[in-house]
């Protein structure tokens, strides 16, 4: 993999599960569209960084691994944000999520988060079956996912 276009310190997938833990604070901190953006980006891309990053073992990288990454349901729906994120849509699947809200105002979004007056964000990711996930039960399973398959695979970072 080379290096020479690698964001700052970010040299390993061990380095960008880091980096996802770091967004998953921020997004407890205060939800906003802008952090949640940064943390399904990250939490999906983090599947290139395995199939690519040398320090990552072979036996993580076999067809049967990332394929089980492709389709645990948290990473999905991680990935169909994030690839509806940067193209507008969904084109080469079909997506998992049906649709994401978002509201802000009284009454919406934790007590005592977000700017006076104006509060924190309330995001909601809707499937198909009427179901919802707010963005806490998202950033749970995309980080128990990624726990999973490193610790699975004893990689740095678990």
């Not at 990250?42 to 072979?58: E, M, N």
């Amino acid at each position: 993999m080379t290096h020479k276009l690698l964001p700052g310190s970010l040299r390993s997938a061990p380095e960008l599960l880091q980096k996802l833990r770091r967004d998953a604070a921020l997004l407890e901190d205060e939800v906003t569209s802008d952090r949640l953006f940064n943390f399904v980006v990250t939490g999906y891309s983090l599947i290139d960084w395995i199939k690519h990053d040398p320090t990552v073992p072979a036996a993580a990288k076999v067809g049967s691994e990332i394929d089980s990454l492709y389709h645990d349901p948290w990473l999905t729906l991680c990935g169909d944000l994030a690839t509806a994120a940067k193209h507008f849509e969904l084109t080469t699947r079909k997506p998992t999520a049906s649709g994401v809200t978002a509201a802000r105002g009284w009454g919406v979004g934790r007590f005592g988060k977000g700017g006076y007056g104006v509060g924190e964000e309330e995001i909601r990711v809707h499937l198909p079956d009427g179901t919802a996930h707010d963005v806490f039960a998202l950033v749970e399973g995309v980080l128990w996912a990624w726990k999973n398959f490193f610790t699975r695979h004893g990689l740095a970072g678990a």
